[in-house]
């Protein structure tokens, strides 16, 4: 067996999955508690049913209560509603760089 390494959702350090670590149960994971609550994680007393989903977990934090989206979602949705494709924006980002 392996060892996993996990990237920090709030900070972007790595950290083993054997070790230390804070993670929510919509998978979201965190390498301390700080950066935890940063992102609004919480144990829930009464427990918490995401939208959409059948299960009640005993956590939540900001993702998986709709409240903050991850980076790629937010750009998928971006450059939808500025009528970009994916080509057109490595376009502009490659002129901006030159
Ligand atoms: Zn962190
Ligand atoms: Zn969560």
Not at 23 to 47: I, M, N, Q, S
Not at 51 to 77: H, I, K, M
């Amino acid at each position: 067996m392996g060892v996993d390494f996990y990237a920090c959702n709030n900070c972007g350090d790595t950290f083993p999955d054997c070790g230390d670590f804070t993670g929510c149960e919509c998978g979201t994971r965190w390498c301390c508690d700080e950066c935890a609550e940063t992102e609004g994680y919480r144990h829930e007393e009464d427990g918490y049913t995401p939208p959409g989903s059948e299960w009640e977990q005993e956590t939540s934090c900001n993702f998986c209560r709709n409240e903050d989206f991850e980076d790629y979602d937010l750009l998928t949705f971006a450059i939808g509603k500025l009528g970009l494709s994916r080509e057109d924006l490595i376009k502009l980002y490659t002129e901006n760089n030159q």
